[in-house]
């Protein structure tokens, strides 16, 4: 193994879900490890718990049991302020509906993640800098005053993307990137994210198109709340064993 | 964040919805413009009713009958009289001055001019002094005006205009009901102060008024009856002393004991406490009144600002994501309902300004803008603000970003 940086390592991943006494579970002792550079999918039918798993490497959510290091650090039992502060330093999100701000222009729209940093402040013409930076990475260095109802949807979703991109984030986080672009869109976007991973960032999605799935490098097949089998690009699938978790851990 | 951050944000989603910001603001600038406005109306009444007080004179006190004993034979007295006036002048020291006034309505004619309902007062000299009146041409009524009843007349100057144009009115004659007055003078200009108007009304000798206008059945037995004689006290005099001696000298001369007077006597002092109860009862229920639309206003931003939130909660959620912390979510839509309610109080000031100027120009209400008023009801509005958004912040902070990012 070179000495690649780790940058998601799960280690029986659970979540379960109560409701009025009866308890769903949603992940299932889900064991994951991703490295700097790498370009993942999750697939899964609806109900194998993908979402939950994105949610839960998204910081948005805490698992209920198992661990979850990012980065390096364990963020399985972090408060809501912390967990905050992680998805605002650590991670870039690309939704599916682009949830760009409206009548805001996509400078204001990118910069936004720069405001909620406590650490340091950046005081506003650097935050433009680094906003028109981005956008120039994505190819919309023309549009940057214009609104989001004034751009395509493939043009928000690159908006949305030089957001996610804007705090430096250790990994970017997609949630069904495509699926609201038509399929020539999706190719774009599919592109400039090819293009990113090219440049080592490293990149998570969900995705139930086996399109957008056979762009990345390795594709996680979820069911039931485990993972059914991993896919390498290129190669046929196998069921997922083991020991491939104390290959991750080593 | 920082604060001018969240005042930016704040400030461009006030400005996204231009007309509902303002709809939700109306409730605040009408209770603030309200506060402003009661405030200055009865800050303005009170004006009036001091300055009424103090263009009666200084140094005054009103001896008034009490409610009517009269019935023949009933009382051994009718009241005051014209001439427990006289007595009080010439039997008590200290006294500067005594004026008796009757007032009457009366139509008044001269040549072609036919005046209705003209307000004309009976009056003994001292009154041109203890009034603070000036004589502008001609001459003020004497004293012998009265004591040998001389039909004559001082007008004021509006009136004098409006019977006479442009014609000098001194030693032109008129008829007032069947009585024919001549003119001696004509006042200058005083303007109205409190429900008097002073320059439409005109002055004539007492004992003229007593005979002509203003004669009860009974003044033949009891003497000319009065409602009220005015007394100046000599500022160097006590002046307890001096109504306790017109009490004695009053109670001798109606026959009646101490403890039961037939008449009151009032000091200026009195009539401004009774006054300033009044109005301080008026000013508190105004100021209830101005203070719930205040809170109405402040019902009106919280509904707004829930609205905003149910609205906006993927705004919410991607915030979330991006990195906001339950308080920073709070901070934005509590400085959101802050702006709304210190913008609408900055408005409502101008209008409560504004409102009470217009107010007080159109209206024969007095308006007195009270500095003070502004102040108070800018930071009702800040404090309404407050209160009304934190429900509604607290809401927004307490959402779960993966709910509210799912939210349709």
């Given at each position: 193994?070179?000495?690649?940086r780790?940058?998601?390592?799960t ?5 379960i ?35 939950t798993l994105?949610?839960i490497?998204?910081c ?16 399985s ?14 991670l ?7 949830n760009?701000?409206?009548r805001?222009?996509?400078l ?16 506003l013409?650097?935050r ?10 994505v190819g ?7 609104q ?9 979703q690159?908006?949305?993307?030089a957001?996610?991109?804007?705090n430096?984030?250790?990994?970017l ?14 190719e774009e976007?599919?592109?400039?994210l090819?293009?990113?991973h090219?440049q080592?960032?490293t990149?998570v999605i969900?995705?139930h198109?086996?399109?957008?799935a ?11 709340g ?7 690009n290129g190669?046929t699938?196998?069921?997922?064993e ?9 | 964040m ?10 461009e ?10 709809l ?8 603030v413009g309200?506060v ?9 009444t009170?004006a ?9 004179g ?7 009958s009490?409610f009517?004993?009269m ?25 500067k ?6 007032d ?12 209705d ?26 004293e ?7 039909k ?7 009136l ?7 014609t000098?009115p ?13 003119v ?6 005083k ?13 004539i ?19 000319d ?16 002393n001096?109504?306790?001696q ?24 009195d009539?401004?406490?009774?006054q300033?109860?009044?109005?301080a ?30 609205e906006?909660t ?7 994501s991006i ?9 934005q839509?509590?400085?959101e309902?802050?702006l709304?309610s ?7 000031a101008?209008?409560?300004?504004g ?16 500095p003070s008023?502004i ?9 309404i603000?407050?209160?009304?958004g934190?429900?509604p ?16």
């Amino acid at each position: 193994m070179t000495a690649h940086r780790t940058i998601i390592e799960t280690i029986d991943l659970t979540k379960i879900y109560g409701m009025d006494g009866v308890s769903v579970t949603a992940l299932d002792g889900v064991n994951i490890h991703i490295e700097e550079g790498e370009f993942v999918a999750i697939m899964g039918a609806s109900g194998s718990g993908k979402s939950t798993l994105l949610n839960i490497l998204g910081c948005l959510a805490r698992p209920t049991s198992g661990t979850y290091i990012l980065d390096g650090e364990d963020v399985s039992n972090l408060d809501k302020v912390q967990l905050a502060t992680i998805r605002n330093r650590k991670l870039g999100y690309i939704f599916q509906s682009y949830n760009l701000l409206p009548r805001t222009t996509a400078l204001r729209n990118v910069e936004m993640p720069l405001l909620y940093d406590r650490s340091h402040k950046t005081p506003l013409a650097e935050r433009e800098e680094l906003a028109k930076a981005m956008l120039d990475a994505v190819g919309l260095a023309d549009r940057m005053n214009h609104q989001p109802q004034e751009l395509s949807g493939g043009q928000q979703q690159r908006v949305a993307i030089a957001r996610a991109l804007i705090n430096n984030p250790v990994v970017l986080i997609g949630d069904e990137p495509t699926g609201n672009l038509d399929s020539h869109s999706g190719e774009e976007i599919m592109q400039l994210l090819d293009k990113l991973h090219k440049q080592n960032a490293t990149i998570v999605i969900v995705t139930h198109d086996p399109i957008v799935a056979a762009h990345t490098e390795r594709t996680i097949h979820l069911k039931d709340g485990r993972i059914d089998t991993i896919v390498h690009n290129g190669k046929t699938p196998h069921k997922f064993e083991e020991k491939e978790v104390s290959y991750a851990a080593a | 964040m920082q604060p001018l951050e969240l005042l930016r944000i704040a400030w461009e989603a006030i400005l996204k919805n231009k007309v509902r910001s303002l709809l939700t603001m109306l409730g605040i600038i009408i209770g603030v413009g309200a506060v402003i406005i009661m405030i200055a109306i009865s800050a303005g009444t009170e004006a009036t009713i001091s300055d009424q007080i103090t263009s009666l004179g200084s140094n005054l006190i009103f001896v008034s009958s009490s409610f009517s004993r009269m019935g023949p034979g009933m009382a051994s007295s009718g009241g005051l009289i014209y001439d427990d006036a006289t007595a009080i002048a010439e039997n008590i020291t200290g006294v500067k001055g005594v004026v008796v006034e009757q007032d009457a309505t009366e139509t008044v004619k001269a040549g072609d001019v036919s005046l209705d309902s003209i307000s004309i007062s009976g009056i003994s000299p001292d009154f041109l002094s203890v009034r603070d009146l000036t004589v502008a041409s001609g001459r003020w009524l004497s004293e012998e005006d009265v004591t040998n009843k001389k039909k004559v007349a001082v007008l004021g100057s509006a009136l004098a205009t409006e019977l006479f144009g442009t014609t000098d009115p001194i030693g032109q004659s008129f008829l007032v009901s069947n009585t024919r007055l001549t003119v001696i003078g004509v006042l200058a200009e005083k303007g109205t102060v409190g429900e008097v108007d002073y320059d439409s009304r005109m002055y004539i000798p007492i004992s003229v008024m007593l005979q002509k206008f203003a004669r009860t059945p009974f003044s033949r037995i009891n003497g000319d009856s009065i409602r009220m004689i005015f007394v100046q006290i000599d500022p160097k005099a006590n002046m307890d002393n001096v109504i306790t001696q017109i009490q004695i000298l009053l109670a001798k001369r109606h026959k009646v004991s101490l403890s039961s007077l037939d008449f009151t006597i009032t000091t200026q002092q009195d009539i401004i406490s009774t006054q300033e109860s009044t109005t301080a009862a008026f000013r508190s229920l105004l100021a209830w009144v101005a203070g719930v639309s205040l809170i109405v206003g402040g019902i009106g931003i919280m509904n707004i600002m829930l609205v905003s939130v149910t609205e906006r909660t993927r705004e919410i959620g991607l915030r979330q994501s991006i990195g906001a912390t339950p308080a920073d979510i709070r901070w934005q839509f509590l400085s959101e309902a802050l702006l709304l309610s210190l913008v609408g109080g900055l408005i409502g000031a101008l209008v409560g300004v504004g409102g009470s100027y217009i107010f007080g120009a159109a209206s024969s209400m007095r308006t007195v803008i009270v500095p003070s008023s502004i102040l108070l009801a800018f930071c009702s509005a800040a404090a309404i603000g407050a209160f009304f958004g934190f429900y509604p912040a607290n809401r927004a902070a307490k959402l779960d970003p993966i709910d509210a990012l799912r939210h349709e």
